[in-house]
């Protein structure tokens, strides 16, 4: 309002004052002139009769012409200033001008065709008003098969606080039973579940779409499925894969304590003793071998006596990558190999707990079953503790299974599974470094596996698999920022969503310099770059969006959508309580061992050095003879 008053002050007093003052010079001129006409008290009366007004502007006259012009000129030069460019409080974004970069987020029109008129197979994502989770409701999604030939493979990103879990977890697991209750085929979970809240609140649904909900349970240790993850083991070069995940997850949940050290001869010394061991028990014991068997070889004399650590090996028939790992192991130092030896000892002490021995004694849960025909689909849940990596070894373990087991499975379909499986890794981080998952990220689509890694930072991915982080970003077509706390992170993300192109306005201004003239200001414009974000920007991004980058796309921004579990009128089904579900104890008439596929490629025989009476455990040895009398030749397929 000021601006409108300055602005037009000045022809509001010519409009006022010039027909009074040339109506007082034309009687001047034309009647007597007295310059008594001019008297402030005359000039006054004519400026409050309306006669002077009418008389000014409907005769036309040239000292009449002459204020017309005066107030006209000022009219207009104030109107310019009040409506002409002003000064911008804010730079605008030009990105169609693209000098210095074309980055934009995505309009709405665009999210629309690309996230909600595809087929909804695939992941939850979010959407383009606020809410909260409502099942039935439409909601934005990534399509596998999707318009854009995009992967499935997603990586997200958000620390404590960012609804990670509500927003993003739940309404997933939801989203995927709903959809493919309707398709021709069925579509598998696996999911790493800390706290086990995410079992608790949606398992009866699930059950209700249909699905067999199976457990793995890590943090009582006590309810639902059994594994042995080394009776899946069919290859010998998973021998030292199995065996450096183990030992890599070992030693990240000891970091930081005085008992881990940076030298990498110690991890790969246990790394190369695992691994020959589990091929140890592969062999030795090829109906039962378990962990707890490769714990009480490692602490027997025939570890610990030089003599007989020589040759406990031969002595016992191993062959193949087993016998050529311990030979390796046999090269090191005697200092080093009686550290190495100390060193997994320990690591391996976890399999001494009760509930670990038994969750790992034998198989209830047939994973050769994932992706696989059958008449219902399987979720699975691994409960894990989110505050403690003490059992972080074993579950990389058997996730590291469970991935082999998948390819192997795709190769009986060719090279494609019968039915997609969706992994949901949240905070994958305290999984430890899966081996191979790097590689893996490249050739899953291809065996319909949907990987969906969570994590607290990027910064804790690269702690977790070194320089190949970006390799497994760089495989994950969809990557999601729900929030940002580090500054790692932060920059990285402002790096990668684009610069902009955005203009600027120079002003420069003249002060009037006497009352009849008037402000001038000149504007100029110029373009310059601009991230889309800065990183400060990107740290105070509003909570209730996430952002969302894509190859071949513009960036995303959309609202988070949670499911409210904890509000009576919102919850989808029933809590699930964990103590209803069986104990070990419950389904030990209820295995699903999987058939033997595993041999060594040699004889053996018991005698003297023979381990089976060092660690006190019960062999029949007529079970390994053939009818004949002769020894079984057992083969690595």
Known sequence: MKKWIGKLFLPFLELLLLPSLIIAARNFIEVNHSPDVFQPAHLVELMFTFETYKTFFGAVHPLHALGW?????????STFNLF???????????ESYGSHGTARWQTEKEMKKFYYEEDERGWFLGDTEPGDYQLHKKYAVHSIENAGKLNAQVNI?????????????????FHIAKVYEKSNEHADLIITDPKSELFVNTAKYLEEKGYEVRVLDFIHLKYGDQINPL??????KELMEIAEGFVSAVHFAKKGSKSTTSDPIWQNGEALLLGALIGFVKQKYPNEPTFEKVSKILTSRDLRDPELAEHLFKDNGITGAAKELYDRFLLLEDKVRSGVLAGLAVNLTLFAIDGIKSLTSKTTLDIKKFGAKKDKPIALFIFMPDSDLTFSPIINTIITILLKQLYKTAYLYNNKLANPVYLILEEAANIGKIPELPERLGTMRG??????????????????????????LSNCDTRIYLGVNDQFTAEYVSKTIGKTTIRTQGVSSQRKKSFMDSDSKSLSYSYHERPLLFPDEVVRFDNDKFIMMQRSRNPVQMYKIQYKYWIEDQRICEEYPVHTLPTFRDTENHSE???????????????ETNVASEI???????????????EKSYQYK
Do not use: H
């Open 69 to 77: 012009g005066i107030i006209g000129f000022t009219l207009l030069s």
């Open 231 to 236: 009776e899946f083991i069919t290859e010998e």
């Open 84 to 94: 002409g460019p002003t000064e911008q409080t804010k730079y605008v974004q030009s």
């Open 616 to 630: 006190d455990i019960d062999v029949n040895w007529d079970e390994l003879l053939n009818e004949s009398g002769e």
């Open 593 to 607: 061992k999987p058939q033997n596929t595993i041999d060594s490629s040699e004889n053996f025989k018991e005698d």
């Open 447 to 472: 065996r319909r596996i949907y990987p969906m890694m969570v994590w607290q930072s990027l910064a804790q991915m690269k702690e977790r698999y070194g320089d190949a982080w970006e390799d497994m």
């Open 157 to 173: 990103v958000g620390p404590p606080g960012s609804i990670k879990t509500t927003g993003f977890i739940y309404p997933n697991i």
